[in-house]
């Protein structure tokens, strides 16, 4: 809906951006943003690397404008939105539960659950069923509807206040994970960096993620855990310790596997 906070929720997310130079795209269209995913693992890794370069996985947000009843029909520039919508992998449907004065709601009214139902329909009528992820912009005032409204509510949700920047982190996790991809790792002198592949992807595929050339070009793979890792002190150590395994093209990469592509 209009007016839910959708973008100061964006401009939140968008503080905590990526420097573009690390990344092929430096020129981005300004309701696009970049947004590092919080990953303790990582830092690890780079000071047991002493990693010049610390990389992480990302998630990219889109800022899309509110949607009204009539949206599949054009009701406000619907037909545009809706089609921006089409584009993306995942909703985070942004739900009022503040109660404010000052910014109006388009039905006069906070009901959530009404506005939820009437998004809802709008995008079914409209054909377009992706995961969806309820955002709920909340307050400390509106602990009283909002125990009520999640009482009520089907589907996943996580809270944020964005004027705060509580739930934040919490919400760009939930976003990777709504996406359905895990977190593996690449480290050395050079760099440490965080990876993203599909949960189930083959170690080909996932090597896809660095370079086509490590999906088109796969030998063989050298894998270690990332708990195995930081509990030897080094790949060359957790080697040692028989702990770096080779794998192949059927391997299925798991989250927090720290690897080696040969090719």
Excluded at 172 to 184: E, G, H, P, R, W
Excluded at 220 to 229: C, F, H, I, M, N
Aim: aromatic share 8%.
């Amino acid at each position: 809906m209009p007016n839910v906070g959708k973008s100061t929720l964006f401009n939140a997310l968008t503080k905590k951006g990526v420097p573009a130079e690390n990344y092929p795209f430096c020129t981005i269209d300004p309701s696009v943003g970049i947004v590092p995913v919080p990953d303790e693992r990582l830092d690890k890794l780079s000071a047991i690397s002493k990693s010049k370069k610390t990389i992480p996985a990302v998630v990219e947000f889109v800022d899309i404008a509110g949607l009204v009843k009539g949206a599949s029909e054009g009701a406000g520039l619907g037909n545009k939105f809706l089609s921006h919508i089409r584009e993306v992998d995942a909703i985070l449907e942004v739900v009022r539960i503040f109660e404010d004065k000052d910014m109006i709601h388009v039905h006069d009214k906070v009901d959530p659950l009404f506005d939820i139902e009437v998004i809802n329909m709008e995008l079914e009528l409209a054909n377009i069923k992706k995961p969806t992820l309820y955002v709920l912009n909340t307050s400390e005032a509106a602990d009283i509807v909002k125990r009520d409204f999640v009482s009520k509510l089907s589907g996943p949700h996580i809270e944020v206040d964005p004027i705060f920047g509580t739930g934040l982190d919490n919400l760009i996790k939930a976003s990777y994970d709504l996406l359905n991809l895990i977190t593996f790792f690449t480290t050395g002198e050079d760099e440490s960096r965080a990876w993203t592949t599909l949960r189930g992807a083959t170690a080909p595929f996932a090597g896809k993620s660095i370079h086509t050339d490590f999906q088109q070009k796969f030998i063989r793979a050298e894998v270690v855990s990332y708990d195995q890792l930081i509990e030897a002190g080094s790949f060359s150590k957790a080697r040692e310790k028989g702990w770096v395994r080779t794998e192949g093209k059927e391997y299925i990469v798991k989250d927090g596997d720290v690897v080696e592509f040969l090719i």
